[in-house]
């Protein structure tokens, strides 16, 4: 049923000239149809949806734009946090103390594939299947990715092609990987 703009007039200021003409008047200066539509395009729709639109997509699969990149430089030291780090004497810088780590908010193009990921790893049934059209949806066109089973709890996500600092801050920090409980998960990049 079309919008009428009289249509909320309670009966007894039907026959007010003022209350009439405003309600007319207000029906021609706000068109909600062309609102709606917008607010549909930009927000609802998670294909068409931009910037906050997206942001509220990502609160509702629980999921977020901004990711911690770790710095892609290995620094020398005496006493190392993470052994895969060290180098030895006289291969690699000394630490600054500079941030070792960068924040990085997705585009929204990247945003939008990460929530599709998730939503999906959200219903997902924790199958290597399930597991695998995850990553063909998140890598598409870049080579071999797979799950495989190790048969003792533990599962391997393989990359045959090199990935970027953010693409695994993504994989590590979103929780976008599709783990059944008590599954320990790794990464290998080939």
């Not at 706000?30 to 997206?54: C, F, H, M, R, S």
Request: glycine share 8%; charged share 15%.
């Amino acid at each position: 049923m079309p919008y009428a703009p009289l249509n909320p007039l309670v009966s007894q200021y039907a026959a007010s000239p003022t209350i009439t003409r405003l309600l007319e008047d207000f029906s021609t200066w706000i068109v909600p149809d062309a609102d709606i539509d917008a607010w549909y395009d930009l927000v609802w729709n998670v294909e068409t949806a931009q910037g906050y639109g997206l942001d509220v997509w990502g609160r509702i699969v629980d999921v977020g734009r901004v990711v911690v990149v770790a710095s892609g430089e290995i620094t020398l030291g005496f006493v190392e946090a993470n052994p895969s780090s060290s180098v030895p004497f006289g291969s690699g810088v000394f630490y600054n103390g500079g941030s070792t780590t960068s924040n990085y908010a997705l585009p929204d193009a990247d945003y939008r594939t990460l929530i599709y990921a998730k939503a999906l790893s959200n219903i997902c049934d924790g199958s290597i299947p399930a597991a695998n059209r995850i990553l063909r949806l998140l890598f598409p066109d870049r080579g071999d990715c797979y799950v495989t089973d190790g048969l003792n709890m533990t599962m391997t996500y393989t990359f045959e092609f090199p990935l970027s600092q953010v693409e695994l801050a993504i994989l590590g920090q979103s929780n976008v990987l599709a783990t059944p409980s008590g599954v320990v998960a790794t990464i290998n990049v080939i």
